[in-house]
């Protein structure tokens, strides 16, 4: 098998999450790179320990900026945004950063 067969993102929560999600996805590093996680070795493949996010700021053009982080940008189960990010996350990629105020608030969930 792959890597990612037996290395598994399996974040630690403190209560259950009821949303259908992806369960564990495989994953594609260990703590020794960009897309670093981390299990116990000799005890388990299963990664609870991760990056929070992953940040690109253009200092020169803000609209330029990316940023994910493991699962989505809201904590709630089952609203839009609650795993949005997470396939990125996995392939290592990233989502534009929003700072204008008015595109946040446009955009928004109700």
């Known amino acids: 098998g792959t890597w990612?067969?037996?290395?598994r993102l399996a974040p630690w929560r403190a209560l259950p999450d009821t949303a259908a999600g992806p369960g564990e996805p495989g994953l594609s590093?260990?703590?020794d790179c960009v897309?670093?996680?981390?299990?116990?070795p000799?005890?388990?493949?299963r990664a609870a320990r991760g990056p929070a996010a992953r940040y690109v700021w253009?200092?020169?053009d803000r609209d330029n900026s990316r940023w994910v982080v493991p699962h989505g940008a809201s904590g709630v189960p089952g609203t839009p945004h609650?795993?949005?990010?997470?396939p990125l996350w996995l392939d290592g990629g990233l989502a534009?950063?929003?700072t204008d105020f008015t595109r946040?608030?446009?955009e928004s969930d109700d």
């Open 4 to 7: 990612g067969d037996t290395h």
């Open 29 to 31: 590093g260990d703590h």
């Open 35 to 40: 897309l670093c996680t981390s299990a116990v």
């Open 42 to 45: 000799g005890l388990t493949d």
């Open 58 to 60: 253009d200092l020169a």
């Open 82 to 86: 609650h795993r949005d990010q997470q």
């Open 96 to 98: 534009p950063v929003i």
């Open 104 to 106: 946040l608030t446009k």
